[in-house]
């Protein structure tokens, strides 16, 4: 998202009575095209909030003569949603964090020099937020609607299906619906169809390319380093596509590799974008047709229902997954590893001396590392992994089907990249530390995974910092399986 297009749809109130302060930020924001209003009476705002709320209001503690919590009570009765970023002297700073219960987002020191940056950049990061929440609430009131469209459908075909075909024809529903992921729900449209040869290219969206991740009744020839990159200027490429009109560079390749010219292709739609296409070298028979439609349906509803239950789980400042979908991804994927018997690692990341680096460097500074350090971890992750923000200075990389000694290769690789990256400030050195544990060999739980990788973290940095270090198992630990290293 680009917040300078969607700023002129945000109202920002800014309260102080050092008129100096007060028009430099109304300057900076209505540069950034915020719609700006700046006061140096409370009341006279108070009465602007009663009639017109804005989203968020800049506030100068300093100049206030009523006590803060009322005043955030006052502005909070009028509209619940009002967002508030104060500056203050620096003696009180460390007293507005009993506020944060009044939609107090962030405080900065009043007599800094970069304030006004500081003050600029927060509002920047706080109607990114309210966008996204904006958004996820007319995702799920989409949500509400196509499921009860999809209820509608499903009695429209019971209906339509009453008679000695009935029976089957729910139990394939029943069946799709027992999936617990996208992958095993393409895996039982493979066994409902088995005679018929499907490969499922999948579109991979950050390279651009279709690549084969699964097949039925395929030669291992024609599957194996089956892929294809959309070529840069093909740039309505899936929107052909969807209609169903594939590019003859698309089908050259296919026919050529499979030595076929008979293909049928049918592409899974999710949101009017492309997921991924079924490609057959045999005609489609009815039934296929028929499964595949259900198996589209179940697809499209699974993910909309996945998206309300992840509406909150979303770092604001980074873009990964926060502390609480770190919490559910750990839980799942130790269950998983049980029934796979493949192990699962956590490394624990956390930016050295960064309390030194926010008192000398101020807290603007800091975000820019803790971004800075997040599209590291992201331009070295794997398709599987979770990267997640599970705290201000802490990364927890939930790393599937990797034991310890892959989890160390991959801190190191992560440690040496930091080194290469320039930051905004000459003169400071960023480096991290990093912690790492396994399941099974080295922790019994998901609780014991997480806390014994922060023990590793937390002795390294101890040690000096700019690290890596694998956790320890008790001697008396006697994994749940054994795991290749």
């Known amino acids: 998202m680009n917040i300078r297009e969607l700023a002129p749809q945000f109202t920002i109130f800014i309260y102080s009575q050092d008129a100096d302060i007060g028009s430099r930020v109304k300057f900076s924001l209505t540069m950034m095209k915020y719609e700006t209003f700046f006061f140096s009476d409370f009341d006279e705002m108070y009465t602007r909030i009663t009639s017109n709320p804005p989203h968020v209001i800049v506030l100068d503690q300093a100049g206030l003569v009523t006590p803060l919590n009322e005043v955030f009570q006052k502005t909070l009765q009028v509209s619940s949603e009002i967002k508030f970023i104060c500056m203050a002297e620096e003696d009180v700073l460390t007293q507005l964090n009993d506020y944060r219960e009044y939609n107090l987002v962030q405080y900065f020191d009043r007599n800094h020099k970069a304030v006004v940056e500081q003050l600029s950049m927060s509002v920047d990061q706080t109607c990114e937020a309210l966008y996204r929440l904006y958004q996820n609430e007319q995702v799920y009131n989409t949500y509400k609607g196509t499921v009860n469209e999809l209820e509608s459908l499903k009695s429209q075909v019971h209906e339509q299906q009453q008679g000695p075909n009935a029976r089957p024809f729910q139990m394939r529903i029943s069946e799709y619906r027992a999936a617990e992921t996208k992958e095993e729900l393409i895996q039982f449209f493979f066994k409902q169809t088995p005679n018929q040869s499907w490969a499922f290219l999948k579109f991979i969206k950050s390279i651009n390319t279709y690549i084969a991740v699964s097949n039925s009744n395929m030669p291992e020839a024609w ?263």
């Not at 390749?253 to 045999?282: A, R």
């Not at 599209?375 to 990389?397: G, H, M, Q, W």
């Not at 939930?398 to 930051?423: D, I």
């Not at 609780?447 to 694998?470: H, T, V, W």
């Open 223 to 485: 599957v194996e380093g089956l892929s294809f990159k959309i070529p840069s200027a093909q740039v309505d490429f899936n929107e052909n596509v969807i209609v169903g009109n594939y590019p003859e560079n698309f089908l050259s390749y296919i026919k050529g590799k499979w030595e076929t010219e008979n293909l049928k292709i049918m592409p899974l739609i999710l949101k009017n974008e492309v997921e991924g296409i079924f490609i057959s070298p045999q005609d489609i028979s009815a039934e296929a047709a028929e499964d595949f439609s259900l198996m589209s349906l179940v697809y499209n509803l699974m993910s909309l229902e996945a998206q309300p239950k992840h509406l909150d789980v979303e770092d604001s400042l980074t873009g990964f997954y926060n502390h609480l979908f770190y919490k559910r991804i750990l839980d799942k994927e130790i269950d998983r590893s049980k029934r796979t018997f493949a192990p699962i690692s956590v490394i624990k990341v956390a930016v050295d001396i960064y309390r030194e680096i926010e008192v000398s460097q101020g807290r603007a500074f800091c975000d820019e590392i803790i971004k800075k350090v997040a599209e590291v971890i992201k331009s070295t992750s794997r398709l599987p992994d979770y990267a997640c923000r599970t705290d201000e200075n802490e990364f927890s990389i939930v790393l599937t089907n990797c034991n310890r000694k892959g989890a160390a290769l991959r801190a190191e690789r992560l440690r040496q990249q930091l080194k290469t990256e320039s930051f905004s400030k000459a003169g400071v050195v960023v480096t991290v530390s990093q912690g790492i544990s396994e399941y099974p060999s080295l922790t019994k739980t998901a609780e014991s995974l997480n806390d014994s990788a922060r023990k590793a973290l937390d002795f390294i940095i101890a040690k000096g910092g700019d690290k890596i270090c694998i956790y320890k198992a008790p001697q008396d630990h006697k994994p749940d399986f054994q795991v290749n290293t």
